[in-house]
């Protein structure tokens, strides 16, 4: 099957910082990927859709400018995180459709803990 | 619009024992119906997935689970659980690939 990785598996860093998490097609190209946020014990929650060329579609509530997103190329889309504050503590998990799958490939995903 | 409930935050079952996962979803069209198992730490894995045909969908690691359209159900059960199946399992609904809506997740604890 399609694999996605992510890049860093886990990121400590401190309040005032910023981080850029990579998410990765390994064997397919993808136009459009997706980031969630997943808080303990929750369900994931799409912050945005990444898409290849164009600016990343973000859900309502999802501040743009923290959370920045590009998608550089059919591979890679990127999310940095601005100005993290511990409230950003997180783990972020991102996806892709495959090609001409119904389903998307999800990433490892990336345990951020900022201090 | 679409929307998806599993009952159920925790459920508990002895090892050897019937694995039943509860979902039911709403949307306004015909579904794409979706298991996903996580264990701790890592990202998603697709168990199963109904688009259309068959109701009865089997999956890995000997899951299945049967899309009832008249109780807008698709619960996930496996006949004989296994220490390995401990894991959150998510239920999601989408039409096509975008605009996956998931589940609350149900954490499942397998007894030895």
């Known amino acids: 099957g399609a694999v996605v990785s992510q890049h860093p598996s886990r990121v400590i860093c401190k309040s005032g910082t910023s981080v850029k998490i990579e998410c990765r097609s390994l064997?397919?190209?993808?136009?459009?990927m997706f980031w969630y946020r997943q808080f303990p014990k929750k369900s994931l929650m799409l912050m945005a859709t990444?898409?290849?060329?164009?600016?990343?579609?973000?859900e309502q509530g999802v501040e743009k400018d923290k959370f920045l997103i590009n998608h550089a190329s059919l591979t890679l889309s990127t999310l940095t995180v601005t100005s993290a504050h511990p409230e950003d503590s997180s783990f972020y998990i991102c996806?892709?459709?495959?090609?001409?799958?119904?389903?998307?490939?999800f990433g490892p995903g990336t345990r951020l803990t900022v201090t | 619009a679409q929307s998806v409930t599993q009952l159920g935050s925790h459920v508990s079952v002895s090892e050897g024992a019937l694995v039943l996962l509860r979902c039911n979803y709403s949307?306004?069209?015909?579904?794409?119906l979706f298991w996903y198992v996580q264990y701790p730490n890592q990202g998603l894995q697709l168990l199963l997935k109904?688009?259309?045909?068959?109701?009865l969908v089997k999956g890995i690691n000997g899951f299945e689970a049967e899309f009832k359209k008249s109780e807008t159900s698709f619960h996930l059960t496996k006949p004989s659980a296994h220490m390995s199946d401990a894991a959150e399992y998510f239920c999601?609904?989408?039409?096509?690939?975008?605009?996956?809506?998931f589940g609350t997740g149900t954490r499942l604890t397998v007894i030895p």
């Open positions: 996806s892709a459709p495959g090609q001409g799958a119904v389903e998307q490939y």
């Open positions: 064997d397919f190209q993808a136009t459009t």
């Open positions: 990444s898409n290849e060329g164009s600016k990343a579609t973000y």
């Open positions: 949307s306004s069209v015909p579904p794409y």
């Open positions: 109904y688009t259309t045909g068959a109701t």
């Open positions: 999601a609904v989408s039409r096509g690939a975008n605009n996956l809506f």
